[in-house]
């Protein structure tokens, strides 16, 4: 079973940055999907940034796309997220999350259903 655990979230000012790091354990395919996720309160869960950890090849939503950087060291099994020109609206709770192991395709943002390990989350603020 993969066990994910987060760290790095924090409080930060409009324009700062933070990073953010999972650490995954346990028996875990070497080709799988991992990614960050995020839910405000009173707003569905969504996705921020997905990598494939094969080859590395990553995927954004657009809300991010050039501000966010999703990352992997895999001699340690982490995938991280560097958060950069926050905005309030980034608030939220991040999420870590991998899927089963797949071999190629496409690692979704959208199709958290795809997802099946997550860590318990990381609180992310931003005030103006």
């Known amino acids: 079973v993969q066990q994910l655990v987060e760290s790095g979230g924090g409080s930060v000012q409009a324009g700062g940055s933070l990073r953010l790091s999972c650490a995954a354990s346990g028996y875990m395919y070497s080709s799988r999907c991992m990614g960050w996720f995020r839910q405000a309160p009173g707003k569905e869960r969504e996705g921020v940034a997905t990598?494939?950890?094969?080859?590395?090849?990553?995927y954004y939503a657009g809300s991010v796309k050039g501000r966010f950087t999703i990352s992997q060291d895999n001699a340690k099994n982490t995938v991280y997220l560097q958060m950069n020109s926050l905005k309030p609206e980034d608030t939220a709770m991040y999420y870590c999350?991998?899927?089963?192991?797949?071999?190629?395709?496409?690692?979704?943002?959208?199709?958290?259903?795809?997802?099946?390990?997550w860590g318990q989350g990381t609180q992310v603020t931003v005030s103006s």
């Open positions: 990598i494939y950890t094969r080859d590395g090849s990553t």
């Open positions: 999350a991998a899927d089963g192991g797949r071999l190629g395709g496409y690692c979704s943002t959208t199709a958290i259903y795809e997802y099946n390990y």
